[in-house]
């Protein structure tokens, strides 16, 4: 397999455009075009990472954390992020990173973490909202199917398990061919009307750009006429943490210790009266602050998240519990489903593929 196979599987899971629009996902370090025997799955690429991918004969480090999230100016040991990246290239280990674009991916971080703790019923806390666009493009009848095609080879029209999603309405064009102009139909200088299809489709902002080029290059006008437009139709296949449910009541001091015991947390802080009874969990992997307000509505009786600040903390409602169990520990969870979905992947190509998760503890953070 070669390293751009990895990055299909991956982003067919994980779609590149839904990752927050300031993270940097994607091959950080490495050739696509390079064959891949090898792969180590870790939270983020350090030192000991490194070590340990070169005495297994690695060739690729799929990460969560971006090796290059503020991308260095300089690949000198001089920062911990040139050094390691420099590291990487001399021996030759690529590295690829799915971060926010796996957080908000069905069976990604926070359902991992949701099922690592036992819930049910898993769904995605808040839908993704603010990264669908609408595309429509004028065509004369005869080309609709070549926009249609142009949609999906892009990415336009998909809606959940299905794709060439569009509608079509006919109307009446016009337009006046000025001199410079070389029409397609009609005659310079003279007011045309013709019969033309709008063809409207739903498309990711971040696909907006490729999408219009790929019309373009089968519309037949000189002038494609087009609009694209922002909708605020919340992207229902991709979402912000998982709310689910403990199969039997429990208590907040019960689930602490549960907590704690199945992400390996040594300690773990939490707001909330230890004996009070929760069963509906939300959850978010990492920094999940941003989405109390959420988990509450969502009638949660506790939240599972981490990077809590101390105000935060005096804002959370009465009718929750919160717990931070740490940032490495609600995001590991993640290694095992990543790795396994690499394996069956190439298993399901037929290709050799060796992965393995790493054995090193990438947490900085210690307690006592
Ligand atoms: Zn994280």
């Given at each position: 397999m070669r390293i751009s196979d990895i990055e299909h599987i991956v982003e067919a899971w994980a779609?590149?455009?839904?990752?927050?629009?300031r993270d940097n996902v994607g091959?950080?370090?490495?050739?696509?075009?390079r064959t891949v025997r090898t792969v180590g799955v870790a939270l983020e690429v350090t030192d000991r990472v490194i070590a340990e991918a070169v005495r297994r004969n690695a060739d690729l480090l799929v990460t969560?954390?971006?090796?290059?999230?503020?991308?260095?100016?300089?690949?000198?040991?001089?920062?911990s992020t040139g050094r390691l990246a420099l590291e990487c290239a001399e021996r030759k280990i690529a590295v690829y990173s799915a971060h926010t674009n796996l957080d908000v991916t069905r069976d990604g971080v926070s359902f991992a973490l949701s099922k690592t703790l036992g819930l049910r019923d898993i769904r995605f806390l808040a839908p993704l909202e603010g990264v669908l666009a609408k595309i429509a493009v004028f065509v004369p009848p005869g080309h609709e199917e070549d926009v249609l095609r142009a949609f999906a080879s892009a990415g336009a029209g998909e809606i959940g398990n299905y794709t060439h999603c569009s509608f079509r309405t006919p109307g009446v064009g016009t337009f006046l061919p000025t001199r410079q102009a070389d029409p397609f139909m009609g005659t310079r200088g003279s007011l045309e009307s013709t019969e033309e299809l709008r063809i409207e489709a739903i498309v990711p902002r971040a696909r907006v750009r490729e999408t219009v080029e790929r019309v373009r290059a089968v519309h037949p006008y000189e002038e494609m006429a087009y609009d694209v437009y922002p909708v605020?139709?919340?992207?229902?296949?991709y979402g912000m943490g998982a709310v689910g449910m403990l199969p039997h009541p429990q208590t907040l001091g019960a689930f602490l210790r549960s907590v704690q015991r199945h992400l390996k947390a040594d300690s773990v802080r939490f707001c909330g009266d230890a004996h009070r009874i929760v069963q509906r969990v939300a959850v978010c992997g990492g920094s999940g602050s941003d989405l109390i307000t959420a988990a509450a509505k969502s009638g949660a009786d506790v939240f599972v998240t981490a990077d809590v600040t101390y105000h935060t903390w005096h804002d959370v409602p009465a009718s929750m519990a919160l717990i931070d169990a740490g940032h490495w520990e609600t995001e590991h969870v993640i290694l095992e489903p990543l790795a396994r979905r690499l394996r069956e992947s190439a298993a399901e190509r037929h290709e050799r593929l060796n992965v393995y998760i790493t054995r090193v503890v990438t947490n900085p953070v210690q307690s006592m």
């Open positions: 779609p590149r455009w839904t990752a927050w629009e091959l950080q370090v490495g050739d696509p075009g969560h954390h971006p090796l290059m999230f503020r991308p260095p100016r300089t690949l000198t040991p001089g920062s605020d139709t919340p992207e229902a296949g």
